[in-house]
């Protein structure tokens, strides 16, 4: 890219940046979902059991470990302040939009890159959930960083390199995915096989989704933080498969009303003006992705991950846990 191509991208990227940082600790947590979070985080913390998360001493199961854990590693760092919390999601927003500006220059070259990610950090959603100490950053950066593998891993030629290629990209894409059920639960796995597995058989390449060694490497990943938990708190599978997913939508078990709406994110919520990004691609695209295939997963892609139903759900007076029954 040309230096002055370069100049034309750091005003928007600069002011995404500002946009996303700027006064992360400028206004106290918000109720209930920051505080909760956030104490639990501390709890761990203070606690140094990475395994159980805990809220006021007593085992909180709603979500899994990892964001959990990284905003208690921030804690162990930056010690239990509003900035340590919010820096949480921040630094998962920023590995999402490292990753769409790596992903969306090997499809189209680096004015493709920096127009995925400069979009993508822009858009309101991004720039709340940015800052805001909730599970959702975390998720996205591995649905993202999964479906991406599963692209590279489907679209390698039937080739001798291909075929290292699906070997090596399927697998990172389960590990991805493993890491996505230990943030926020099976949603992680649901998403990316939604895209894949049309994907796949589109392409005729659905058996690549078979891999042995992806499987297996999601259940090594998860399975031992769910025994781990069992045996602290022998119901929580049940709690896990049926309470928060069946239980949640069809009895009254965890006593909360919802609603269910859409959210549909559009390219024009951007607050940058894109009629001053510079246009256009640098021819340097690679002939193996510059195809309709391309399009059809990225479309099915935005229709699963920014046009779906999603339970709100309104605050409880008490948090379920199955050691309160």
């Given amino acids: 890219m040309a230096n002055g191509h370069r100049i034309q991208w750091l005003v928007p990227l600069v002011l995404m940046l ?16 920051e505080g909760r979070n956030a104490e639990v985080a501390r709890e761990m913390a203070a606690s140094n059991d990475y395994i159980l998360p805990r809220l006021n001493g007593l085992p909180y199961l709603d979500k899994p470990i990892v964001f959990f854990g990284a905003a208690a590693v921030s804690m162990e760092i930056f010690g239990p302040t509003v900035f340590a919390a919010r820096v949480t999601p921040l630094v998962f927003t920023l590995l999402t939009l490292l990753l769409v500006w790596w992903f969306g220059t090997r499809l189209y070259g680096p004015v493709g890159g920096w127009t995925a990610a400069i979009a993508t950090g822009t858009m309101p959603l991004t720039l709340a959930f940015a800052r805001t100490v909730i599970f959702d950053s975390a998720l996205t950066f591995f649905v993202t960083a999964t479906l991406v593998s599963f692209f590279i891993g489907l679209e390698a030629e039937d080739t001798v390199a291909g075929r290292k290629a699906t070997q090596r990209w399927v697998p990172v894409a389960f590990g991805f995915m493993a890491f996505g059920v230990l943030t926020k639960g099976p949603i992680a796995i649901v998403i990316p096989l939604l895209v894949a597995i049309p994907f796949g058989i589109l392409r005729a390449r659905w058996k690549r989704l078979l891999d ?3 499987w297996l490497l999601l259940v090594a990943i998860v399975l031992p933080w769910v025994v781990a938990v069992s045996r602290q708190v022998p119901d929580f599978v049940r709690y896990v498969v049926y309470t928060e997913s069946v239980g949640r939508l069809f009895t009254d078990e965890l006593r909360f009303a919802m609603d269910v709406c859409c959210v549909v994110r559009m390219e024009r919520e951007s607050p940058i003006c894109y009629d001053n990004v510079p246009q256009g691609r640098t021819g340097n695209v690679p002939p193996a992705m510059d195809r309709p295939a391309t399009y059809f997963f990225l479309a099915i892609t935005i229709k699963t991950a920014t046009v779906h139903p999603s339970v709100v759900t309104g605050s409880r007076s008490s948090r379920y846990t199955p050691v309160e029954h």
Avoid: M, Q, T
């Fill in 18 to 33: 500002i946009g996303l940082a700027f006064g992360l600790a400028g206004y106290p947590l918000l109720d209930p979902d």
């Fill in 212 to 214: 042995p060694v992806g």
